[in-house]
């Protein structure tokens, strides 16, 4: 059917359509945030809670105490550890890299380029801590975490490609370090091992009440940023419904 050369029918499935894809975004969008508020953010805060109520590691005495799976957490000094890379003092660190977008046959005349860090990886070896006065070997670990203030260290790509980063533009291929150095006061999470080490989940650059502090403010910005996506919902939908009934 046709009114004044427009097809009405197929403005009304046109509509509809654009209706559906708000609301299964706005739908999605609620879910999301109801998940990370009341899921990943309490399931944070039973952690936070859960560490600050861990007993204080002291000495080695009550690390050898420990049984072997028992959690740890204890704060000392890095001391007596080789650098990973040559020329950066990084004993533990994770690496991110620069990665630019490159021109297609179809965007050439752009001169702007965009890029992103992407992970690379994290690299947690084998360490020596100084708890009070006396050694506690940490165990190589692939899959622990390096938090807190962590010291920065840009190495620059030599790609011909570049996108802008704070200020300055940045070859594709560089590499951001960021990690400890040895000397640095640390905070472990981590579980006895059989052999007597401690195999290190967490690793914070800090003592302990502010690693509790960063575990609490983490719960509060999941909530937070959960929050706002479910309140952002309602509005998405509203104004979507507006937009598809009064566009032309």
Not at 5 to 21: P, W
Not at 160 to 184: H, I, K, N, S, V
Not at 199 to 213: D, I, T
Request: aromatic letters at 8%.
């Amino acid at each position: 059917m046709r009114l004044l050369g427009f097809d009405l029918l197929s403005s009304v499935h046109r509509r509809i359509r654009s209706i559906l894809a708000v609301a299964a975004i706005a739908v999605l969008c609620l879910l999301c945030g109801g998940l990370m508020a009341f899921g990943f953010a309490t399931a944070q805060a039973i952690q936070a809670y859960r560490i600050s109520r861990m007993p204080v590691t002291e000495d080695i005495a009550q690390v050898a105490a420990a049984e072997t799976g028992e959690e740890l957490l204890f704060t000392g000094v890095l001391q007596d550890n080789v650098p990973l890379v040559e020329g950066l003092d990084f004993v533990a660190c994770a690496v991110e890299e620069w990665k630019v977008s490159r021109p297609s046959d179809d965007t050439r005349g752009s001169s702007e380029l965009s890029g992103h860090w992407e992970n690379a990886e994290t690299v947690i070896p084998a360490l020596t801590l100084e708890l009070n006065g006396q050694p506690v070997s940490l165990e190589e670990t692939r899959s622990g975490r390096l938090s807190g203030n962590l010291h920065i260290q840009i190495v620059k790509g030599d790609s011909p490609y570049q996108a802008a980063y704070e200020g300055e533009r940045l070859p594709d291929g560089t590499r951001r370090y960021r990690g400890l150095y040895d000397g640095d006061l640390i905070t472990v999470l981590g579980k006895k091992a059989a052999n007597g080490s401690v195999l290190p989940g967490h690793l914070f650059a800090g003592n302990r009440p502010a690693f509790e502090a960063s575990q609490r403010k983490m719960a509060s910005g999941l909530f937070i940023f959960g929050f706002c996506m479910m309140a952002f919902a309602p509005m998405l939908l509203l104004g979507g419904v507006l937009w598809a009934l009064l566009r032309k």
